[in-house]
């Protein structure tokens, strides 16, 4: 089991940037391969970008690609997600999820074992 808490959401410009935080309980964080996920409303949960056990190899979905980067720092429990040159588009509220298998690419929502409640993040024009 596992419990994961987000931070760093908040209101910003557009080209503007934000540090999302996710801090996970247990002993166990580097076990688990770690994702963060997005949800616009009226849209479905999209995966933005994922992370193996090692911090080693990571995945960003196509739009976020030369933008968001995605770490962990296994000595912290803790996973970021660095936002940088942020769009309009990008306004939605962020969630970290964790996988028990160590995979960190599946874009199912319903393949990530642990979720975290979600930070907001507002991009205006």
């Known amino acids: 089991q596992v419990q994961l808490v987000e931070s760093g959401g908040g209101l910003v410009q557009a080209g503007g940037s934000l540090r999302l935080s996710c801090a996970a309980s247990?002993?166990?964080?580097?076990?688990?391969?770690m994702g963060w996920f997005r949800q616009a409303p009226g849209k479905e949960r999209e995966i933005v970008a994922g992370?193996?056990?090692?911090?080693?190899?990571?995945y960003y979905a196509d739009s976020m690609k030369g933008r968001f980067t995605i770490s962990r720092d296994n000595a912290k429990n803790t996973v970021y997600l660095q936002m940088n040159s942020l769009e309009p588009e990008d306004t939605a509220r962020y969630y970290c999820?964790?996988?028990?298998?160590?995979?960190?690419?599946?874009?199912?929502?319903?393949?990530?074992?642990?979720w975290g409640q979600g930070t907001q993040v507002t991009v205006s024009s």
């Open positions: 247990g002993r166990t964080f580097s076990s688990y391969g």
């Open positions: 992370i193996n056990r090692s911090g080693g190899s990571t």
């Open positions: 999820a964790a996988a028990r298998s160590g995979m960190y690419y599946t874009p199912s929502p319903g393949n990530w074992n642990y």
